[in-house]
């Protein structure tokens, strides 16, 4: 990635408040540098409905500029501390979508059009709310490239604590003050989803768990934010717009920063692979909670602050992230044992004769892929080779020590297990396990 402040003096933080045209380029500047250790700050716009349904966007996100971290060079990762997620939303629209006939090349998600002027990428504007109120400047066409097929809006509650779905008289009053609704950042060029007030549901609590959908580095060709990931990715294969890319060139190119994975929020760590010069550290399409495998394709995209810091790490032996979950984020099998535990153990070591427990911890390897078989043999290919170990022995150790769980149907998954000590140790991974786990 092209970087005007390469020769720069690192900073030791960094505010955050541009955002990419939903396209993640190399050959585009970043921000910083910041130093090696150093913190970034970030107001962050809504993922998934609000960029969906602004075609003048490319990527199906609205994700921040990348940040180039001093000394992260290809083939290192960078391991990144997510000190704070927080929702600054009031409300949002969500639901399960489809995508009509004629108002995309290729692409709903990539390359909105309008089929009456048959401009891709139209510039649009919002005329009063509701499905059809984002029309084409140039010939007044409602573009909808998406539809909520079954929906929702949610208002949240100050304390950040539940949401409430709300009834079609509240939603088409907050549809009125979309963007106030929705805190959209300043520099923010999203139409909001909110605009549309859904209202299919009413009266539903919800608990509120934030994280972030998008956090990672920047893919070493130019890819649209939202298919930086094996499953979303997959759609580039062949496609007949400007980023249609090759199946060998996806899989190079990809950091899987998109892994919509609940996991990834305040309290954990995240190792993410390098492919540019500096890393390219982004983030972007926060969610005020989801379940496992956002089964309706989408959840509650919010605006948010995020506070992250980053270290380089050198050397690293694999091509896609690594996490390490807050504990009650663990399956129960992948949790570190107990002293009780431990002690029984040891009993048992001694009655049959075991000389040495081998000390462990957890790790959560992300894989990702077109479907989600393929994405588990990513995810216990990744795992093996991170290890150097064989998948049997990751296969096995995920079955009595962990488990598979999936981030984002169709095709991103964690394969969670407690690996041996010293294997994260070789990588440079073992003080991480420690500290996060209180081993």
């Known amino acids: 990635m092209a970087d005007g402040n390469h020769f720069a003096r690192p900073q030791g933080s960094i ?7 939903s396209v993640l380029d190399p050959d585009q500047p970043m921000l910083g540098p910041i130093a090696d250790g150093g913190t970034i700050i970030a107001n962050t716009a809504p993922g998934c409905w609000g960029p969906m349904i602004t075609p003048r966007l490319r990527g199906g996100h609205e994700v921040t500029r990348p940040v180039h971290v001093d000394g992260a060079m290809p083939g290192d990762a960078l391991i990144v501390h997510i000190r704070d997620v927080t929702v600054t939303s009031m409300a949002t629209s969500s639901g399960h979508d489809s995508s009509p006939e004629g108002f995309c090349l290729g692409d709903p998600y990539v390359a909105a059009r309008c089929p009456t002027c048959d401009e891709v990428w139209p510039e649009t504007h919002v005329e009063g709310i509701g499905p059809k109120a984002v029309k084409c400047d140039k010939c007044g066409n409602a573009v909808t490239p998406f539809e909520i097929v079954h929906g929702y809006t949610v208002g949240f509650d100050p304390t950040g604590s539940v949401g409430l779905t709300l009834p ?7 549809a009125g003050n979309a963007a106030h609704f929705a805190s959209l950042p300043t520099n923010s060029r999203q139409h909001p989803i909110l605009t549309y007030a859904p209202s299919d549901m009413a009266g539903v609590m919800v608990r509120m768990r934030p994280f972030m959908g998008q956090l990672g580095t920047c893919p070493s060709i130019a890819m649209p934010d939202s298919h930086n990931a094996g499953d979303f990715g997959a759609f580039l294969e062949g496609a007949p717009h400007e980023y249609g890319l090759t199946q060998e060139q996806i899989a190079q190119h990809k950091t899987d920063g998109h892994m919509d994975i609940d996991a990834v929020r305040a309290g954990s760590v995240l190792v993410c692979p390098v492919k540019v010069p500096g890393g390219g550290i982004y983030m972007g399409d926060m969610h005020a909670a989801q379940g496992d495998g956002e089964i309706a394709g989408h959840t509650m995209d919010v605006s948010g602050s995020v506070t992250l810091q980053v270290e380089v790490l050198k050397d690293w032996p694999i091509d896609g992230p690594v996490l390490f979950p807050l504990p009650d984020d663990l399956p129960p099998l992948a949790r570190p044992f107990t002293r009780d535990e431990i002690a029984k153990a040891e009993r048992l070591a001694a009655k049959y004769g075991v ?15 077109a479907n989600m078989n393929a994405a588990i043999e990513n995810g216990l290919e990744r795992a093996a080779r991170l290890l150097d170990l064989s998948v049997a022995e ?11 769980e999936i981030g984002r149907a169709p095709g991103v998954i964690q394969v969670t297990f407690l690996a041996p000590l010293s294997r994260l140790d070789a990588v440079g991974l073992g003080d991480i396990a420690r500290d996060q786990y209180g081993l």
């Open 15 to 21: 505010v955050v408040n541009e955002f990419t045209n």
């Open 168 to 174: 079609t008289a509240a939603a088409d009053a907050i």
């Open 355 to 369: 000389s040495k427990i081998e000390p462990s911890a957890p790790i959560s390897v992300i894989g990702t892929a």
């Open 394 to 404: 990751i296969r096995n150790r995920a079955t009595i020590n962990g488990a598979i």
